[in-house]
Nanobody
């Protein structure tokens, strides 16, 4: 069964950095065909889109709230996508989840196109 899993969350001070990993396994059609969309959810709030990096389509999307601070990358040979988070602020706190699917990246990707969801990793930005 195909799945994705997040790693790299933790506690960081404001202004600090973290790099999250989204590790995929069991993608029979090839990880390189899949786009990766990162979401986050703060306590008591709805899940919000953070950033998306496409595959063969070469598309990407990043929320205005993190643009210029968060950077997406991927290493298809190792079936891993990365979310580099710099200049973190307390508002970035939340559970970060990656989702994989075959789609073009833009803000409102239909939810039914997300085939696989990770469990999430906690990011806490606090002094």
């Amino acid at each position: 069964q195909a799945q994705v899993a997040e790693f790299g969350g933790g506690l960081v001070q404001p202004g600090g950095s973290l790099r999250l990993s989204c590790v995929a396994s069991g993608f029979s059609s090839g990880f390189h065909y899949y786009s990766i969309f990162w979401f986050r959810q703060a306590p008591g709030k709805e899940r919000e889109g953070v950033s998306c990096l496409g595959s063969n389509d070469g598309t990407s999307w990043t929320a205005d709230s993190v643009k210029g601070r968060f950077t997406l990358s991927r290493d298809n040979a190792n079936n891993t996508a990365y979310l580099q988070m710099d200049s973190l602020v307390p508002e970035d706190t939340g559970v970060y989840v990656c989702a994989a699917g075959i789609f073009y990246c833009f803000e409102r990707v239909p939810k039914d196109l997300y085939e696989y969801w990770g469990r999430g990793t906690q990011v806490t930005v606090s002094p």
